[in-house]
């Protein structure tokens, strides 16, 4: 049986990702980041879930990289999950393959940023639907059509964005280094906000 690492920084702000792998005899790291304990587990296990906050160059806890450039080598030839803003473009730049997001709508506060107009309530019910369609395709060959395919019959503003934000990437995929135009728009409109991302 292929043995699976889910690696979800503890945040209120994506408790509902924690649908995706609950109760599911995963191996769950959600508090110890140190650089060689998370790549030594990741050698240890042949599919890794990556989830939460993130940007192009990797995944973030509350600002800090935990996963960035330098896990590549350990996360090629694996099973991978991303889900976190821009999670597409570190899969792209580093040809990583599998399930990942691009910039994705999670909080009202986004939603306002990337110009869609929907309410809270909206939002809650796009991010429990979604973290069910995943859990229910999780590692799926078709996982991308199948979420896609139950996620889009919210038929909202944030689902139908989000829906534009789903992405699957097989190793027969070139290479591409990826520059997003929603990083820049995103980055812009939080404007002071972009200067504390960690530079690279």
């Known amino acids: 049986m ?3 690492l889910v690696i979800h920084p503890a945040d209120p702000t994506t408790d509902f990702l924690k649908i995706i792998y609950q109760d599911r005899n995963f191996t769950e790291e959600t ?5 060689n304990n998370l790549k ?5 296990h042949d599919r890794i879930v990556m989830l939460g906050h993130g940007y192009h160059h990797g995944l ?9 450039k330098s896990f590549v080598p350990y996360l090629k030839d694996k099973e991978l999950v991303g889900i976190w803003c821009f999670a597409k473009s570190f899969f792209d730049h580093h040809g990583l ?36 369609a995943v859990r229910s395709n999780l590692f799926h060959a078709d996982c991308l059509q199948r979420v896609k395919s ?3 019959k919210l038929n909202s503003p944030v ?17 591409i280094r990826c520059t997003s135009t929603d990083l820049n728009n995103y980055l812009m409109n939080i404007g002071s906000l972009g200067s504390l991302l960690p530079k690279k």
Not at 62 to 67: K, V
Not at 164 to 172: A, E, K, M, T
Request: net charge negative; aromatic share 12%; proline share 5%.
């Open 150 to 152: 139950t996620y889009e």
């Open 97 to 132: 393959t599998g399930f990942h997001t691009n910039m994705f709508i999670s909080e009202p506060l986004e939603a306002q940023m990337m110009g869609v107009m929907d309410n809270n309530e909206s939002i809650e019910l796009s991010n429990l639907t979604f973290a069910k």
């Open 40 to 44: 030594f587990m990741i050698q240890e």
């Open 159 to 175: 689902s139908k964005y989000n829906g534009q934000q789903l992405h699957f990437r097989n190793h027969d995929d070139p290479t």
């Open 60 to 68: 973030l806890n509350y600002m800090q990289p935990i996963i960035d």
């Open 31 to 35: 508090k110890n980041f140190e650089p």
């Open 2 to 4: 292929k043995k699976t």
